[in-house]
């Protein structure tokens, strides 16, 4: 990156030339690649004039699903009609403004703590103090005059964030303590981290959210019982610290033993060398990594749908069963779902690569 | 406190310490178990294993009806697990090394392209690609009623594709073995010539040896005659097409999807993998006169094949696992297979540990194959 701005001015200007000719040549230069040109301009005009003519041309924009039936394109009245219902599922009607202010307040406060310079302890206080306590409070009403809404009543896509963003902020902690496990020398801490990391990982996320949903009531004493959200946050958490050990032993085997050695001959503790000199170094190497295992349990958190949680994706499959919908708009509804999920994770895919430049800890 | 100030009894004392909470939890959590289970009249126990399952499974490869063993029902879901597992690894490989090849191209077109494909499959989750996929095919193709007949005999309809199919009589496990004797003369009879070729740098004729070894044991066994074969063509019930072989919407929304989804891992191993290979390697090939195809797959590929394989084997453990996805478009695999068990029986823990120990010990042997692959491809230092 530093080569292209030592280049003098002289440079550029023989340069600008040569750069129209090889524009040519990416474009045309040799027989075959002038082919591929072509199939790939006339697969993208195909495919651009198809999604134009769906969105627009034919899409209908008023009227009820009768007009729908008729039409060939895209169906909006039926994204207007159900929108509300698709965000936040089942929560009460005249509610609503209370998870749609917590979710521009929890997306407004991770895009500010998205910030390298406002990270420390401070933001992390902020987060377990003010921020995800407001944000329970305001989804679960019961003080302040809020009306009490249970958690069977959530849904949507604050509960899709909720289930990623809180697994993710208690799998670290979990994940990190698993990973110095494995690290560790004494060998029965070690084949405990290791029995538990293999063992989750091993096995698929919705044998985990089945143990969860049928097995965990199993083990729990007369009385005790746990709510269906929790037990799936739970599943969630367990199966994201595995991976996120992994991650983390990665960072820690990137940290050179010297370290380590030099931190216990100055007379720290085995936690002080840890906390203060090991895992600093290994966790910056490793958060682009984790953005990157965030974007992915974003999506997997759809899979609660199957043990029936009501999850963004389940919201709208809901809305596409609707008696006056049924059967009419459900491409539209599967590609809306499939617009949010992508603009969300393609989001944080721009800043996972942001983190890789800004830590300069990209490996290519 | 004196002990704790002794590092080796401190050593001692934690692995202790950790043990003991692990067991105690252990216990508590088996007794308070078995006492619910009491409580609940169900039984414990794996003796349901070798009960009659009762359940109607809609796709199987082996033999199998509602009066078979439980043991038999599981094992049907576990070939299906497999059989779509294993064809979406072959397809989705073979895609996504086109499309990261794609995807290093020099023309921007075809590149910017390749990046659409891998980011619409990476930024929104496979289960709603399922979901999707699953309702194309019922929505393009016509009811049973209307099937459209590709070929006499090829059926076409919103339940899948149905068409002719050998069916054994006698003489599978024969013609198995074989084949599979076949193939291991036909690579031993390879290496012994490729060896000898490397040695004398003359090229030889050992490939004809070894196809011939390759076909000859399984036509020894058909001209033998111990093999009876006969044909099975669909025909067209009232509601439905039975006989022949079918293919089934739920088999292939969810081969559609679990095989694009890794095509779009695959692709980014690939490029990564490109990219680490140095460019003097280009530019020595290139020297030497080798066109740019050939010199990707006789001096670029093997050496990224290094650096791909180990990301390559956890996206494998992963289809491998999505496969399980299975459940929510109803397509009969171990998972739901395993799940209809559960609700009718209601032994939910022993069915839950026979699903995850089989999980977990495919997937401790898929690791174990990749790494033996792995070592065969490394960097053999000489």
Redesign the interface.
Known sequence: MSDTQVIPAAMEAVARPARRSEWRSAYLGTPGNALVTLVCGALILLLAKAAFGWLFLNAVFDGGSDACKQSSGACWPFLTDKLRYMLFGFYPFEEQWRPLVALVLFLGACGVSMVPRVWGRGLLIAWAVVILPGLYVLMAGGILGLTAVPTSKWGGLPLSFMLSFVGLAFALPLGIGLALARASHLPAIRVLGIGFIELVRGVPLISILFMAAVMLPLFMPDGVTIDKLLRAQVAIILFAAAYIAEIVRGGLQDVPSGQFEAGRALGLHYWQVMFKIILPQALKKVIPALVSLFIAFFQDTTLVTIIGLLDFLDTVRTALRDPDWQGIAVLEGYVFAAAVYFLFSALMGVYSRFLERHFNTSYR | MLFLNDARFR?VF???L??SL?LLAASA?YA??SA??AKQDIATGFDFLSRQAGIAISESSIAYGPTDTVARAILVGLINTIKVSLLAALFGTFIGVLVGIGRM??????SR?MLAYV??L???????YL??WY??II?VFPPVRQAIQLFPGFFLSNSGLAMPAVEWQSGFGLTFAALAFGVVAALVVRAVSQRRRIQSGKANAGWIFALVLLVLPVLAVWASGAISLSWSAPEAGRFRLTGGLQIRPEFVALLIGLMLNLSASVAEIVR?GI??VSKGQWEAAQALGLPRSRTLRLVVLPQALRVIIPPLTNTYLTVF??S??A??IGYPDL?MVS?TI?NQTGQ??ET?AI??GI??GL??AISLFMNWYNARVALKAR
């Open positions: 050593a934690y692995q202790f950790a043990i692990v959590m308070t178990a619910n289970l191209s020099t023309n921007p077109l075809l392209l980011e619409l990476r930024n929104v989750p496979l289960l709603l979901f999707l309702f194309l929505l990564a990219q680490a696992k999505n399980s996805l459940i929510a998972v799940n559960m939910a823990m839950i699903f995850m999980y977990l997937s401790v």
